[in-house]
């Protein structure tokens, strides 16, 4: 039988390590304990948190509601000539999936190698790094209706996939709870190299064949040279989107500062370098009070120990308003506020 606990803490539950507490605490370890818990009235008129690796979110307060942690796991594959589908339950710690994929010759994740949190998460946010993003390999996606205590599946295109944007963060914004995701994977590799230092440090290594492993093994390299273990540092990755910009405000900023990084997408916006941003002005490294950026990446905000919710949320805006008055671009948090 689903027990709900009470008064629990959330500092091991949340990567950033802030300390605050939970009124209920209910572990969901099966599609069914979901319609269990839904079946009292109580948990649909209660604030609620759904709660995966919570790699991606800074909590302001004490929640005091409802908070589900997901621990569904679980990976099953078929293979049909080239194709594999693979399916994971929501609980499955993402780098896990990466490694289990990797491991099978399953590619299309490689580049998302070492991304700090869970498999239900992965298309809330559209997970993305080194040029590839989580659309390019999503298949499709079971979730729990709340309102109904149904179950739905949404393929790729019932998503509304955007950069670090989905469906279930806006129009269906906590009406649904993701239970397992499926993702269409090949085993004929299409490799994509151009991303970051990725073709760089191959070749540094000497690899001039690469297979999925080694393209994985680079990403984790690269990844943990710039980024924080939050086992040891708490931290949520990156804090902060890429901003995306139309051309000619772009024009605008490069006629000020020449050298700003960049990448053109496809549909003729500019994207910048948030981090490039936040160092430019002078952030990187800089400590205050127990929170401040990374020192080696300027676009991780860090809890360097009995940091609050609120306290890395002022910081944050004090860089978004000092970028914004520099270069004139507005940053977006990319983690979740929950206030």
Same mark, same amino acid.
């Given at each position: 039988m689903l027990q709900i606990q009470e008064n629990v803490s959330l500092k091991n539950f949340n990567t950033f390590g802030v300390d605050v507490n939970a009124r209920y605490f209910a572990e969901i370890s099966h599609p069914d304990d979901l319609t269990e @818990?839904? @079946?009292? *009235?109580?948990?649909?008129?209660? *604030?609620?948190?759904?709660?995966?690796g919570g790699s991606n979110m800074? @909590?302001?307060?004490?929640?005091?509601?409802?908070?589900?942690?997901?621990?569904?796991?679980?990976?099953?594959?078929?293979?049909?000539? /080239?194709d594999v589908t693979v399916e994971a339950g929501a609980g499955e710690v993402w780098n896990d999936l990466v490694n289990f994929c990797v491991q099978h +010759?399953?590619? !299309?994740?490689?580049?998302?190698?070492?991304? *700090? +949190?869970?498999? #239900?998460?992965?298309?809330?946010?559209? =997970?993305?790094?080194?040029?590839?993003? @989580?659309?390019?390999?999503?298949? &499709?996606?079971?979730?729990?209706? =709340?309102a109904t205590g149904t179950f739905k599946t949404f393929t790729n295109a019932d998503c509304?996939?955007?950069?670090?944007?989905?469906?279930?963060?806006s129009d269906l914004k906590e009406q649904y709870i993701i239970v397992s995701v499926k993702y269409d994977l090949s085993l004929t590799p299409r490799l994509n190299l151009s991303y970051g230092a990725i073709a760089q440090e191959l070749a540094a290594r000497g690899v001039t064949e690469p297979t999925i492993k080694d393209v994985s093994q680079v990403v984790s390299h690269i990844r943990v040279a710039k980024l924080p273990d939050p086992s040891t540092i708490g931290n949520a990755g990156s804090f902060f989107k890429n901003p995306v910009i139309a051309a000619a405000d772009f024009e605008s900023v490069k006629q000020k500062f020449t050298n700003v990084v960049n990448y053109p997408t496809a549909d003729g916006?500019? %994207?910048l370098a948030a981090g490039w941003l936040i160092e430019q002005c002078g952030w990187k !490294?800089?400590?205050? !009070?127990n929170t401040g950026t990374w020192k080696d990446q300027?676009?991780?905000?860090?809890?360097? #120990? #009995?940091?609050?919710?609120?306290?890395?949320?002022?910081?944050? &805006?004090? =860089?978004?308003?000092?970028?914004? &008055? %520099?270069? #004139?671009?507005?940053?977006?948090?990319?983690? /979740? =506020?929950?206030?």
């Amino acid at each position: 039988m689903l027990q709900i606990q009470e008064n629990v803490s959330l500092k091991n539950f949340n990567t950033f390590g802030v300390d605050v507490n939970a009124r209920y605490f209910a572990e969901i370890s099966h599609p069914d304990d979901l319609t269990e @818990l839904f @079946l009292d *009235p109580q948990w649909l008129q209660t *604030p609620r948190l759904v709660l995966g690796g919570g790699s991606n979110m800074l @909590l302001i307060n004490d929640f005091d509601g409802l908070v589900i942690r997901m621990n569904i796991r679980g990976i099953e594959h078929r293979i049909n000539h /080239n194709d594999v589908t693979v399916e994971a339950g929501a609980g499955e710690v993402w780098n896990d999936l990466v490694n289990f994929c990797v491991q099978h +010759g399953y590619a !299309g994740i490689e580049n998302l190698s070492l991304i *700090p +949190g869970s498999v #239900g998460a992965s298309p809330i946010q559209n =997970i993305g790094a080194y040029g590839v993003e @989580l659309k390019d390999v999503f298949h &499709s996606c079971k979730a729990f209706e =709340i309102a109904t205590g149904t179950f739905k599946t949404f393929t790729n295109a019932d998503c509304h996939f955007g950069y670090r944007e989905s469906v279930f963060k806006s129009d269906l914004k906590e009406q649904y709870i993701i239970v397992s995701v499926k993702y269409d994977l090949s085993l004929t590799p299409r490799l994509n190299l151009s991303y970051g230092a990725i073709a760089q440090e191959l070749a540094a290594r000497g690899v001039t064949e690469p297979t999925i492993k080694d393209v994985s093994q680079v990403v984790s390299h690269i990844r943990v040279a710039k980024l924080p273990d939050p086992s040891t540092i708490g931290n949520a990755g990156s804090f902060f989107k890429n901003p995306v910009i139309a051309a000619a405000d772009f024009e605008s900023v490069k006629q000020k500062f020449t050298n700003v990084v960049n990448y053109p997408t496809a549909d003729g916006m500019v %994207k910048l370098a948030a981090g490039w941003l936040i160092e430019q002005c002078g952030w990187k !490294g800089k400590v205050v !009070g127990n929170t401040g950026t990374w020192k080696d990446q300027a676009l991780v905000l860090v809890n360097h #120990g #009995g940091a609050t919710g609120q306290e890395v949320y002022n910081f944050s &805006s004090q =860089i978004i308003d000092s970028v914004y &008055s %520099k270069f #004139g671009v507005l940053l977006q948090r990319e983690v /979740n =506020i929950i206030s």
